[in-house]
């Protein structure tokens, strides 16, 4: 079946650029997404990335995707404390809009 | 705009007992999602509905869970007898069907899960 696999955990110093990698298997996908989890919070759609797309960008935030490998990443320059959260990658694929997410990364965001 | 309402956001209960948790998704969007986020993982899909009609339920544990949406609208998710296990956050989503564009899931706060 489909699956989304992401890196668990990355730290990055204040001002640096964070970069969070994701690896998917479906190769109906027709869109991926980034969504961002803060504790106790829901779900917030950052960013995505149409399947026939190479790379998106969107202020801060920067989406590579090769679809060849079926590798997906997001890139947040000028990394802030207040980027600290959970990243989840998503693939959205079939007839029915089939919504899968990775595990998540966690990053931490330090002075 | 009002967001995916979920109730109740917090439920502890005994294992063996019987929960239900609601959803109100945002107006018009035909797709609602049930999704299960245990604690350091990643949201799992539960079911899936298009309008009041199942298109994915193939990981939900149906000798336990139940789900329905009556007229395409609202959805509830049951756990009969509830196990150890099941502790987690229930998150719903919803979104509207296009043929073009993203499609984007907006979720609810979702319901935090204890069985003890």
């Known amino acids: 079946g489909e699956d989304v696999e992401q890196s668990l955990f990355l730290s990055v110093r204040e001002g640096d650029s964070s970069v969070i990698n994701c690896t998917y298997t479906?190769?109906?996908?027709?869109?991926l997404y980034w969504y961002k989890q803060e504790p106790g919070a829901g779900l917030q759609l950052l960013t995505y990335?149409?399947?026939?797309?190479d790379m998106k960008q969107d202020q801060r935030l920067t989406v590579l995707l090769n679809k060849k490998d079926k590798h997906l990443s997001l890139r947040i320059a000028d990394t802030q404390t207040g980027d600290s959260a959970i990243y989840f990658c998503?693939?959205?694929?079939?007839?029915?809009?089939?919504?899968?997410f990775g595990a998540g990364t966690r990053l931490a965001v330090h002075p | 705009e009002a967001g995916v309402a979920q109730s109740p956001r917090y439920k502890i209960i005994e294992k063996r007992q019987s929960v239900a948790f609601w959803c109100n998704p945002i107006?018009?969007?035909?797709?609602l999602y049930w999704y299960q986020q245990i604690l350091g993982q990643g949201p799992k899909l539960l079911i899936q509905?298009?309008?009041?009609?199942?298109?994915?339920d193939s990981q939900l544990p149906k000798d336990r869970f139940s789900a329905e949406r009556l007229k395409g609208v609202d959805s509830t998710l049951k756990i009969q007898p509830a196990k150890l296990e099941d502790s987690a956050v229930y998150l719903c989503?919803?979104?509207?069907?296009?043929?073009?564009?993203?499609?984007?899931?907006?979720f609810g706060q979702g319901t935090r899960l204890t069985v003890v």
């Open positions: 989503a919803s979104s509207y069907i296009r043929q073009v564009g993203p499609n984007e899931a907006f």
């Open positions: 479906d190769s109906s996908s027709t869109y």
């Open positions: 990335i149409f399947s026939n797309m």
């Open positions: 998503a693939d959205l694929s079939g007839g029915y809009n089939k919504l899968i």
């Open positions: 107006s018009g969007h035909a797709t």
């Open positions: 509905f298009q309008n009041n009609g199942v298109v994915d």
